[in-house]
């Protein structure tokens, strides 16, 4: 990510300023943290402006890509500009498998940079989302982010499930801190861990 503010400034940079970013860690995320930091503590808000500069760079990327081959005729340039208007509405399209990665992506972070607010947000939009099929993904993401909401969610949903699961592979690989919570009580979570 490169961005250009009063912090590449600060750091003695002039310009444009790159972000290394952990393999884990999805641009649209990352760019949704940073809009949630500096423009106003409001995660929707953020996640448009996210969306939106995300799609910018991608459209900016494909088009020095297509300039780089050769000059393009004003035609082309229509076609480009529409094709960048498309994809920034794409991206407010996202499937919920597409949005449930970012919004993991996104807990993760808010859990790293301690953004209580923002983990809490994330942890319910998760909820929202949450499936037979992917309760025991979100189950062990919410255990390893200290979510206890969305954890209590998840253990809730497992235990509803449990005659279906318990013999199956995913249950058989499930983090064993999440497995005693299903199979015991739900004293403190943060105990468990």
């Not at 990510?1 to 750091?11: A, H, R």
């Not at 993904?137 to 982010?145: D, E, K, R």
């Not at 979510?147 to 949903?157: G, P």
């Amino acid at each position: 990510i490169s961005f250009t503010s009063g912090l590449s400034n600060c750091i003695g940079s002039s310009g444009r300023t790159r972000l290394e970013l952990e393999d884990w860690v999805t641009v649209p995320a990352m760019l949704w943290v940073l809009a949630y930091l500096y423009q106003g503590f409001d995660a929707q808000q953020s996640q448009k402006v996210a969306f939106r500069l995300h799609s910018e760079m991608e459209a900016e990327r494909t088009e020095r890509t297509a300039q780089a081959s050769r000059p393009a005729s004003k035609f082309e340039q229509a076609a480009r500009a529409k094709e960048k208007t498309k994809a920034i509405r794409a991206m407010f399209r996202e499937t919920n498998e597409a949005l449930g990665e970012h919004l993991c992506c996104l807990l993760r972070l808010a859990d790293m940079y301690n953004l209580e607010h923002l983990k809490d947000w994330s942890s319910q939009q998760l909820a929202g989302l949450l499936t037979a099929e992917n309760v025991m993904a979100l189950s062990t993401h919410a255990y390893f982010c200290s979510a206890q909401d969305l954890l209590r969610v998840c253990i809730y949903n497992l235990r509803l499930i449990y005659s279906e699961v318990a013999r199956s592979a995913e249950w058989e690989s499930l983090e064993p801190g999440v497995k005693d919570l299903v199979l015991g009580g739900l004293p403190s979570i943060s105990e468990a861990q």
